[in-house]
């Protein structure tokens, strides 16, 4: 696997979860991967797994609703490996002390997931396209959930982060077609990270029994998992994409293609 060589990939959120999957897997087929993320410890772990096994890899502490951390992300990814190709803005947050209404959402958690979840995207797109256009084109993939297409109880800022992914998708993508940047959305299902088990830790009772059930709610009985998604980002990265820009992907086990009116496919929800 060769397709990635002499590429530069950025992956935010990539020390956990589907990034870290995603970022691994880009090196594998021969990027150089920047892996951003807030959490130092993990992301320096992650990276220096990566490079023992002889991947290209370098770790940045970032947090992707900072502007400056942003540029510097991108900065230290060409001084360090000549540019900017490919970026999977995949960075995330859903609290779980954030599951309230409107009315007793703060202001504060509001900016603080929308910060991480889009503007984050924009942050990080916004330095890392004049990079990709030295190099005469670029790819951007934005984690947008199935929450970006439909929603659960309680979850507004969140929502309408994901939500505001996929617009941002498209202006993007018309934006830069015509400089061969091309933009794309995943919604994935539920998958099992860091993230959705700290979700799942809020029921109580066993984590992997909760999440057997969350993978009942998706029809093909299972929730994802990492390498579902990196296999998908990195076809979507991949000259095999090259007419695809503007749209989303779902990946989800047929969680979208269910109505709720069909009470479901044998199991009790997603995440309640
Ligand atoms: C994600 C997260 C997960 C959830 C999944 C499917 O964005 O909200 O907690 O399981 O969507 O709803």
Not at 229 to 237: E, G, Q, Y
């Amino acid at each position: 696997m060769a397709e990635f060589n002499d590429k530069v990939a950025i992956v935010t959120g990539g020390a956990l979860g589907m990034g870290s999957i995603t970022a691994y897997e880009f090196a594998k087929s021969g990027a150089s991967v920047v892996v951003a993320d807030i959490d130092s410890s993990a992301g320096e772990q992650r990276v220096a797994r990566m490079r023992d096994n002889g991947l290209s890899a370098l770790f940045l502490q970032t947090d992707v609703s900072v502007a400056a951390d942003c540029e510097r992300a991108v900065a230290s990814a060409v001084a360090e490996f000549g540019g900017v190709d490919v970026l999977f803005n995949n960075a995330g947050i859903q609290p779980p002390d954030s599951y309230l209404n409107v009315e007793d959402t703060s202001e504060e958690t509001w900016d603080k997931i929308t910060g991480v979840n889009l503007k984050g995207h924009f942050l990080m797109s916004k330095y890392a396209i004049p990079e990709m256009r030295k190099r005469g084109g670029g790819m951007i993939i934005n984690n947008a959930s199935v929450q970006g297409l439909q929603s659960q109880p309680l979850v507004p800022a969140y929502a309408a982060s994901k939500g505001g992914a996929l617009s941002l998708t498209r202006q993007m993508a018309l934006d830069y077609a015509p400089e061969r940047i091309r933009v794309l959305a995943i919604c994935p299902g539920t998958i099992d990270t860091e993230m959705v088990r700290t979700v799942a830790s809020q029921e109580g009772g066993d984590i992997d029994q909760t999440l057997v059930r969350y993978g009942a709610g998706h029809p093909i009985g299972r929730i994802g998992q990492g390498e579902d998604i990196a296999a998908l980002v990195l076809f979507l990265a991949s000259d095999a994409a090259s007419f695809m820009t503007g749209s989303h992907v779902v990946i989800d086990g047929g969680l979208m293609a269910l109505g709720a009116w069909a009470g479901g496919a044998g199991g009790s929800g997603t995440d309640g």
